[in-house]
């Protein structure tokens, strides 16, 4: 079994849509990572999380600790949202543990 | 803002022979990591190093690789007689701090490792 898991792992919908992408874990974590990959492959750090609940522009990360689990939101969705969006978790000295990503994809 | 710069940005090279990948992290980080993603799967933790020696490393680290910070501001990847599975993207990434005093990471471009 993955230490961190996501859903769903494919995601479309229409632009303004609001958009949940899950992640669940199943290990003790220091905090955990939102993190968004593009087309291109590169990776940017969106938030990283221990408790409670994030907000950056249109995005929101909460996460509830005794439940292992976390959600990002998009909020007004965009076409230009489109990409893997990754949950990550630190264990011990900063190891990121990943999952296997969500691929959003935003039509016009 | 300042940014984790990797070269090249593609490397292509024949099964067998070394290749070193490079990294320049942020210039006031301390820990610095390298992640690889194999086309079509999760990205995965390779090695982390602090204060000039590796702090953890995975299975997939073994004695073909090894890590390096060779004048203060590069970090590389050496991969000892490549094979056709190490073909992937290679990620660096850089920290300010540690262990349970968590900061973000902050991923360079990657580098595209193609083995024939």
């Known amino acids: 079994k993955n230490e961190v898991e996501q859903s769903p792992q494919n995601l479309t919908a229409q632009e303004g849509e609001f958009i949940t992408i899950n992640c669940s874990y199943s290990?003790?974590?220091?905090?955990l990572h939102w993190l968004q990959q593009h087309p291109g492959g590169g990776i940017v750090s969106l938030f990283m999380?221990?408790?409670g609940k994030k907000k950056h522009g249109r995005l929101i990360a909460t996460i509830n600790i005794q439940e292992k689990h976390s959600s990002l939101h998009i909020t007004a969705s965009h076409p230009r949202d489109s990409a893997v969006y990754i949950c990550?978790?630190?264990?011990?000295?900063?190891?990121?543990?990943f999952g296997q990503g969500t691929r959003l994809t935003i039509n016009p | 803002e300042p940014e984790v710069t990797q070269t090249p940005s593609h490397q292509v090279t024949q099964m067998g022979q070394e290749v070193i990948l490079r990294c320049v992290p942020i210039?006031?980080?301390?820990?610095f990591y390298w992640y690889r993603q194999i086309l079509g799967q999760k990205v995965e933790f390779l090695v982390s190093?602090?204060?000039?020696?590796?702090?953890?490393k995975s299975e997939i680290f073994d004695d073909q690789f090894s890590v390096e910070r060779p004048d203060g501001s590069n970090f590389t990847l050496k991969i000892r007689s490549t094979k056709l599975e190490d073909s992937a993207m290679y990620f660096c990434?850089?920290?300010?701090?540690?262990?349970?005093?968590?900061?973000?990471?902050?991923f360079g471009d990657g580098t595209r490792l193609s083995i024939l």
């Open positions: 990434a850089s920290s300010r701090t540690g262990g349970w005093g968590n900061q973000p990471q902050h």
């Open positions: 290990v003790g974590i220091s905090a």
């Open positions: 999380l221990s408790s």
């Open positions: 990550a978790a630190s264990k011990g000295a900063q190891k990121l543990v």
């Open positions: 210039s006031n980080h301390l820990y």
């Open positions: 190093f602090y204060n000039n020696e590796i702090s953890e």
